[in-house]
């Protein structure tokens, strides 16, 4: 369907005003005029008119003026600035028009070779034709954006109507972004950012000058609610860099606009009126300080190998505009260098805490949890070549990515099916985080999702910071609404006094559970021969992973199976009555790897009676001299029992000194029967 455009309705040339000062002001009033799409723009001025001669003079004459490299920095160069993020949200490198476009914008050399092909008014056609007018689609407000800083550049290769036009379409765009939720980060580029561009670079037109109240009143806005704004940010976290950048072009151009003069009402009895410029820029820009260095710090936790984001397909050639000397994560790190140029350091690879804790050295903490966003980053280190666990769970199928060293192990959506007795159960809701919790040995997350039937499905992860071990576990529970069979089975259970075989398990209901881990580009599965561990790497091993709930070795009868899949994916399969759980133990340590080791389910036991796996389970993991306990209750008790230890938690994990026959706590998470 035809869409209107913005047409200049220029004045009656016979009319024209004798001074040309008042020229450009003739020419913009016209610029908010509504037309047809296929009106005719020929019946406006000829290009040759001395409106359009005055007014094109006064636009580059500002430029020269007030040169962009002043305006926003050096990092202007080549039109890299406006390219800051747009990798990552795209999920591709920019294309040859966006470079020729982003060049255009900051003045910079379009005369290379590659960009001979270029015709800009086709450019601009295929841009009106394409447009898509939503936020949801941040890429399509950058790239509006990018357009409403090449309008100056534009004079030099577009014909005036199809200038006007474009100008035309770029405040329609703008003016539909006005609606929006004021904390999405569309408003942010698509109304604050293009609104202040167009009163700067264009400020010799006054339809594009008076952009800057509005503009500054939405940007405003956006800051002061800031908790809303970072979570609607991280809720799609390939927004993070775009966003960050946006932010610092607007700290920049804030300085550089003229605020709109405030009404006759609010001017002082002697006929000055108030100056608000400095007050209300140091405002908005402390403001806007805030949040770039909590978006910064997540930059910098979301970035892996080679500069590259999360749970990104792209390489370190395709985010260069984001790194060097002028990239994206170097810029933002000045806005706190004591904390956040270590963490880009660290995050680069480029850096080394060699171990010390974050305080030590000016860290940010290195565990970042936003709950309302749902997304969570668990670094062991600052460090990259220390791995990095990122979990991504605003979707009914979580995301994970695992890193060991600068290898990624695992990028992806990891897909959950549970079955009751052959019987498929879909999520009846999202997930929802339950506990959270971090200090110098462990970061530790926990999750769950409502499912048919009254099932949960409750997930759990922890790092090991020092010790370089990563635990995951699902638990699949009977929730509120199977108390009534959940107590019949225990008491069932009672009777049969510490029977080992527990036989009440074959009146509950069969679990079927698998998930599937993707793995990353160019990591392959290394099963060992006789037993049920495997390894995962690419030229060389980078993670060891244990199936805790199967046996250690392949010739015993398991129901847990874990192995590599045709389509690329680690797959891990159990089955259980009434309850079940199923860890998994990820070592990548590559120290540890040619050690000897075992694991073992220990026995359970409350009262003198043996507890069934299906309502608690604990495990012994040791790797040459170095061993570790995990406890799960899955059934709100009395005090229990296991290899000497006795307590009452739903989840526990210690170093176990075998020599010493002492424990050495690392996390406790306590019983939680509600």
């Not at 809720?235 to 550089?256: D, G, I, K, M, V």
């Not at 956040?340 to 680069?348: D, E, R, T, V, Y």
């Not at 080791?597 to 009676?609: G, K, M, N, P, S």
Request: glycine share 6%; net charge negative.
């Amino acid at each position: 369907m035809p869409r209107k455009r913005r047409q200049p309705k220029m004045p009656d040339s016979s009319k024209m005003p004798d001074s040309s000062e008042s020229l450009p002001q003739a020419v913009a009033t016209g610029v908010t005029s509504i037309a047809e799409p296929d009106a005719a723009v020929l019946e406006e001025s000829p290009l040759t008119s001395a409106q359009w001669t005055t007014l094109r003079k006064r636009i580059l004459a500002d430029q020269d003026e007030q040169p962009i490299g002043v305006v926003l920095g050096d990092a202007v160069w080549r039109g890299t600035i406006y390219r800051w993020g747009a990798a990552t949200v795209l999920q591709t490198p920019c294309d040859i028009q966006t470079q020729w476009l982003t060049r255009t914008a900051v003045g910079g050399s379009t005369s290379g070779k590659r960009f001979r092909t270029i015709e800009p008014d086709v450019m601009v056609r295929r841009f009106q034709e394409s447009l898509i007018r939503s936020p949801d689609e941040l890429s399509e407000v950058w790239n509006v954006l990018v357009w409403s800083a090449a309008m100056p550049g534009l004079l030099q290769h577009l014909e005036e109507a199809d200038w006007w036009s474009l100008l035309g379409t770029i405040q329609d765009f703008r003016d539909g972004m006005l609606q929006c939720d004021p904390t999405h980060p569309a408003v942010l580029v698509g109304v604050a950012e293009i609104g202040l561009t167009l009163s700067q670079r264009l400020r010799a037109l006054p339809s594009c000058r008076r952009l800057a109240g509005s503009s500054i009143d939405a940007l405003t806005k956006w800051c002061e609610q800031d908790d809303l704004s970072t979570s609607a940010v991280l809720s799609q976290p390939h927004r993070c860099r775009l966003t960050l950048a946006s932010l610092l072009r607007l700290r920049r151009l804030l300085r550089n606009v003229e605020p709109p003069k405030p009404p006759k009402k609010t001017q002082q009895k002697n006929g000055k009126s108030k100056s608000k410029k400095s007050s209300v820029s140091s405002a908005v820009e402390k403001a806007i300080d805030e949040i770039a260095i909590e978006l910064a710090t997540w930059v910098a936790a979301l970035t892996g190998r080679g500069g590259v984001q999360a749970f990104s397909g792209l390489s370190e050639r395709d985010v260069q505009d984001d790194l060097g000397k002028h990239g994206l994560l170097a810029c933002a790190a000045e806005l706190d260098p004591e904390t956040l140029q270590p963490a880009m350091k660290a995050a680069l690879g480029t850096g080394q805490t060699k171990g010390r804790l974050a305080w030590q050295v000016s860290l940010p903490e290195a565990m970042l949890h936003d709950e309302e966003a749902k997304v969570a980053c668990l670094l062991p280190e600052w460090d990259v070549r220390r791995g990095r666990t990122v979990v991504e769970y605003a979707d009914r199928q979580a995301r994970l990515e695992w890193t060991a060293g600068k290898s990624t192990l695992v990028s992806g959506r990891c897909e959950t099916t549970l079955a009751i007795d052959g019987q498929p159960l879909e999520p009846l809701g999202d997930w929802v985080s339950t506990c959270e919790y971090t200090d110098d040995d462990v970061h530790y997350l926990e999750m769950e999702q409502l499912h048919e039937a009254g099932y949960v499905l409750q997930r759990q992860f922890m790092v090991l910071r020092e010790d370089r071990c990563c635990f995951f576990a699902d638990a699949v529970v009977r929730g509120q609404f199977h108390t009534e069979l959940q107590r019949a089975a225990d008491a069932r259970h009672d009777r049969q006094q510490g029977a080992n075989s527990d036989p009440t398990s074959a009146s509950l209901p069969l679990i079927d559970y698998q998930i599937r881990f993707p793995l990353a580009d160019g990591i392959g599965v290394e099963p060992e021969a006789e037993t049920t561990e495997l390894f995962l790497g690419d030229h060389r091993r980078r993670a060891l992973v244990l199936p805790l709930s199967a046996p250690e070795w392949k010739n015993s009868p398991s129901p847990t199976r874990l192995r590599a899949t045709e389509d690329r994916h680690l797959l891990l399969a159990s089955q259980g009555h009434g309850q079940l759980f199923v860890p998994l133990w990820v070592d990548v340590s590559r120290d540890r790897f040619s050690m000897k080791r075992t694991w073992r389910q220990l026995t359970v036991a409350e009262q003198l009676d043996l507890i069934p796996s299906r309502l608690a389970a604990a495990y012994r993991i040791q790797m040459g001299k170095s061993q570790w306990i995990l406890y799960r209750s899955m059934a709100p008790s009395g005090p229990r029992t296991f290899m000497g230890k006795q307590m009452i938690a739903d989840f526990y994990c210690a170093r176990f000194d075998a020599k010493e026959e002492s424990y050495e706590d690392l996390i406790t998470v306590e019983d939680n029967p509600s």
